[in-house]
């Protein structure tokens, strides 16, 4: 198997969905993108995944290159190619589809349940994790669903919290895949830390990555069943 990874931040890695790919014996190809590494030719991969960064996708004054990124999955996802986003990565999704993206009143951030829908449940990907479904949430955009889409899960702050296109395009609002050290650079991200600054105040945010550290097991162990599960449809 061979995958294309789109990263739009350095630190902003499959993490633990990485040890599930190595184990798996994927192969990945690596684009940053933020940097000016180019897209390739989607026909050449069996599935996409698409990783989180700090930008809006309607940022593109800005970013000139989501512009391109937008209509590369759109044109790979419509051509039936294997997807899979996080943060980010769904709401590339979502606007590449069609959909309005566009900030919450508050950034959602913390270690919170998500609530599958009755699709969500029989979903062969989200379906067999635990309930509750704890997730790192870190994010301060939402999306509104494209056109033909199924929501699998959702939150109080950010109804739309995880979807499917078709049968294997995938996008999840939330965080299965960070790491302890992943947690602790974000948090030297400007975007990132008013997040937490603004939402939970400077001794929360310490709480906050302390807990993440604490049990980043139970939420990377549920990530790793998670990608392994969209691996069994690519």
């Not at 990263?7 to 993108?33: M, S, Y």
Request: hydrophobic fraction near 45%.
């Amino acid at each position: 198997m061979r995958l294309v990874v789109i990263q739009h931040l350095f630190c902003e890695t499959p993490g633990a969905f990485d040890l599930e790919l190595d184990r798996r014996g994927v192969e990945r190809t690596v684009v940053e993108i933020d940097v000016g590494e180019p897209l390739p030719d989607w026909r050449d991969y069996d599935g996409i995944v698409a990783m989180g960064g700090p930008m809006s996708v309607n940022d593109e004054a800005e970013h000139p290159w989501l512009v391109e990124e937008k209509r590369w999955v759109a044109e790979a996802v419509e051509g039936g190619k294997a997807y899979f986003g996080a943060c980010l990565g769904v709401q590339m999704l979502a606007s590449a589809l069609g959909a309005a993206v566009y900030p919450l009143a508050e950034p959602e951030v913390g270690l919170l349940p998500v609530e599958r829908t009755p699709e969500g449940l029989a979903d062969p990907v989200l379906g067999p994790l635990d309930d509750p479904l704890v997730t790192l949430q870190w994010h301060g955009d939402t999306f509104d669903l494209p056109d033909g889409a199924v929501l699998l899960a959702s939150s109080p702050a950010a109804p739309h919290q995880a979807f499917r296109v078709g049968d294997r395009a995938y996008g999840i609002q939330f965080h299965m895949e960070v790491t302890p050290e992943m947690a602790q650079t974000w948090a030297g991200i400007p975007e990132y830390s008013a997040a937490l600054a603004s939402t939970l105040g400077e001794e929360g945010g310490e709480a906050f990555l302390e807990e993440a550290a604490e049990r980043h097991g139970e939420v990377t162990g549920q990530g790793r069943r998670l990608i392994s599960g969209w691996l069994d449809l690519v």
